[in-house]
């Protein structure tokens, strides 16, 4: 069926960077739009950034410019989604959240568990 496991997240101090992949492992996520998602404490989940399977990408206002969403789909069976976060700031701390969707048949929506991210001095 597939699953999507993220890293890299951590503790930055404000203005640095982080990079954070998520792997998706299936050849169904070839042909899906994957994206980055982040919730912060008592706030409901926000897209970060997505790109489509034919690399169009989106961002929130709040990511524009700082941060750069890109995916590996070189190999079919293996799908890794990456955000580079650039001047981090500290109301960019949350817990972010990489997602696969389809919305044509097959349709799904599969979340990966998490990472934090912490931008604090």
């Known amino acids: 069926q597939g699953q999507l496991v993220e890293s890299g997240g951590g503790l930055v101090q404000p203005g640095g960077s982080l990079r954070l992949s998520c792997a998706a492992s299936?050849?169904?996520?070839?042909?899906?739009?994957m994206g980055w998602y982040r919730q912060a404490p008592g706030k409901q989940r926000e897209l970060v950034a997505s790109v489509t399977s034919g690399g169009t990408t989106r961002y929130a206002d709040s990511a524009e410019g700082r941060f750069t969403v890109s995916r590996d789909s070189r190999d079919i069976h293996r799908n890794t989604l990456y955000l580079q976060m650039d001047g981090l700031k500290p109301e960019d701390t949350a817990v972010y959240y990489c997602?696969?969707?389809?919305?044509?048949?097959?349709?799904?929506?599969?979340w990966g568990q998490g990472t934090q991210v912490t931008v604090s001095a």
């Open positions: 299936g050849s169904r996520f070839s042909s899906s739009t």
């Open positions: 997602n696969a969707r389809r919305s044509v048949t097959p349709v799904y929506s599969i």
